[in-house]
């Protein structure tokens, strides 16, 4: 009898351990798909900058390395080894702005969307504000009058405010199309529009490197440049063809219309719908959707 209870004994240590060792093999999956989630969005952004040759280098700098402690070459190994120490400061201090851009693209996940509370009033000045947009964008449109609007959402763009010349204006459809004329002190930059008011005007943007199409003209490539270190939305009218343009996340985003334009505003920028007494209501889920679809389908 006594075998029997250690027999029994041992088996339910047995089958506690088997279930503490499944926990740690769940744990363990979890961690390796984890680095693999990691890894996947770190050699998608190696591939997408100029850092993609800076890792070539490293491996190869890696293999020298190798190379040199398996043949024991006392000297060269030394000097890697120092190489390595230090080369990370270089690379942190080369790479500043590649390593800006993927730290701000995490502050931008939709894993941050959790922690933002929409605001009604907010949403109010972007609804008063979007008519007068597409009517100015339409307007400069057909006159073929050059125009870089610049909507911020969540990040600031301070650094092209200080520059700039403040305005803090009600958005109104002449006051758009009179920074812009030609001859207007005004129309040489972009307009800064934030939390619905006409913020800015004269701001200059960094331009894209990354840009493929070479017939694209400064305003195009400045519009591009500020929708990689942001996640603003930049309205862009050309000069030469009048056709418009929207720049978000890197990506550009040809000839909508005016009703186009206000379609695309209304589903990015407002929070609430209006029911049919006029109140605000939360949107039950996210649009963002059929305008960009159009359009990159066109």
Not at 149 to 177: C, F, H, M, N, Y
Not at 213 to 219: E, F, H, K, T
């Amino acid at each position: 009898m006594q075998d029997f209870f250690i027999a029994v004994g041992d088996f339910f240590s047995s089958l506690f351990n088997d279930l503490i060792n499944f926990d740690r093999w769940y744990l363990d999956l979890i961690d390796i798909a984890l680095v693999a989630v990691i890894l996947y969005f770190a050699i998608k952004f190696v591939r997408e900058t100029r850092a993609a040759q800076l890792v070539k280098g490293i491996i190869l700098f890696l293999v020298f390395y190798l190379f040199a402690i398996v043949f024991d070459l006392t000297t060269i190994s030394f000097i890697l080894q120092y190489v390595f120490q230090y080369g990370l400061v270089a690379i942190a201090l080369i790479f500043q702005p590649e390593i800006r851009r993927a730290l701000e693209k995490v502050g931008r996940s939709q894993i941050s969307h959790i922690f933002k509370q929409p605001s009604k009033d907010t949403d109010s000045k972007w609804r008063y504000s979007i008519d007068p947009i597409c009517e100015a964008c339409y307007r400069l449109s057909c006159d073929k009058t050059g125009a870089l609007i610049v909507i911020e959402r969540k990040t600031r763009l301070g650094e092209s405010v200080e520059r700039a010349v403040v305005i803090d204006s009600i958005p109104s459809v002449s006051l758009i199309t009179n920074i812009f004329f030609t001859n207007s002190p005004l129309h040489d930059g972009g307009l800064i529009i934030r939390d619905g008011r006409l913020y800015a005007a004269s701001c200059f943007f960094q331009p894209s490197d990354k840009v493929e199409n070479i017939s694209l003209g400064s305003r195009h490539r400045a519009a591009l440049g500020v929708s990689e270190v942001s996640d603003a939305i930049v309205i862009v009218v050309s000069e030469e063809t009048g056709i418009i343009s929207i720049a978000t996340d890197g990506k550009l985003i040809r000839n909508f219309t005016k009703e186009t334009l206000k379609e695309y505003l209304n589903e990015n920028l407002l929070d609430f719908d209006l029911d049919e007494n006029g109140n605000q209501v939360q949107k039950k889920q996210s649009k963002i959707k059929s305008v960009l679809g159009r359009r990159n389908a066109k």
